[in-house]
């Protein structure tokens, strides 16, 4: 069981938003702004697409936003296409004895 | 060309142990720490642990406190992980993985991964 809590999947059609949650805990998510999101393809390593809550790196489509509220944070894609369909994960330092935490995983479909 | 290049595949035995190897190049070697994250088949990414490669100071998850060791060569810009009495369940992809912050006296991590390496697969099977 994941620190972490995700939506094991989620889906939408070409062009619709979805928002993928990511809860935590007062020592993790809701505690500190080290919140991050990758997205991972099959067979590939992960890739940052969001960090620090709602920071995009350079190179990183404006579609794909962060936001948190208390103990939860979440990513949002807007305007899907065919290749956001991945696994996205979340993570968070915690101010546990494991440092890092992350979220089991979200599947992404395009419908 | 900013890159982590890992070492090749592994097969061990139970009880054995290994030590994965990733070369930084295309930016300055001590200055950023570096972390290890590790992905069983079909599952969740797990954090392992964090090495500065300036000073070499680790910290580990405590789930694998007593297991497992983190060292750096600054003369090849290369981090290291071994982790030792290997188990079944030990069987993963292992990343090494580039974090944001700065590694100078006094700093901290960012706590996220901008960079990463693309993996090693380590089997444990008798």
């Known amino acids: 069981q994941s620190a972490l809590t995700q939506p094991a999947s989620v889906s939408g059609s070409p062009g619709q938003s979805i928002t993928i949650s990511c809860t935590g805990t007062?020592?993790?998510?809701?505690?500190?702004?080290?919140v991050s999101w990758y997205q991972q393809h099959p067979g590939k390593a992960p890739k940052l697409m969001i960090y620090?809550?709602?920071n995009r790196p350079s190179g990183v489509s404006n579609r794909f936003s962060g936001s948190k509220s208390g103990n939860t944070a979440s990513l949002t894609i807007s305007g899907l296409q065919a290749e956001d369909e991945a696994d996205y994960y979340c993570?968070?330092?915690?101010?546990?004895?494991?440092?890092?935490?992350f979220g089991g995983g979200t599947k992404l479909t395009v419908l | 060309q900013v890159q982590l290049v890992q070492s090749g595949a592994e097969v061990k035995k139970p009880g054995a142990s290994v030590k994965v190897s990733c070369k930084a190049s295309?930016?300055?070697?001590?200055?950023?720490?570096m972390h290890w994250v590790r992905q069983a088949p079909g599952q969740g990414l797990e954090w392992m642990g964090i090495?500065?490669?300036?000073?070499?100071?680790?910290s580990y998850a405590q789930k694998f406190q007593g297991r497992v060791t983190m060292t750096r060569d600054t003369s090849t810009s290369t981090v290291y992980m071994e982790l030792s009495s290997l188990r079944s369940e030990d069987t993963a992809v292992y990343y090494c993985?580039?974090?944001?912050?700065?590694?100078?006296?006094?700093?901290?991590?960012?706590?996220?991964?901008?960079?990463w390496g693309r993996g090693t697969l380590v089997t444990v099977s008798s």
């Open positions: 993985a580039r974090d944001n912050g700065i590694a100078a006296a006094g700093t901290t991590p960012y706590w996220y991964f901008d960079l």
């Open positions: 295309g930016y300055t070697f001590t200055s950023y720490y």
């Open positions: 090495i500065n490669p300036s000073g070499g100071s680790t």
């Open positions: 007062s020592s993790d998510v809701g505690g500190y702004n080290y």
């Open positions: 620090e809550v709602s």
């Open positions: 993570s968070s330092y915690t101010s546990s004895s494991t440092y890092v935490v």
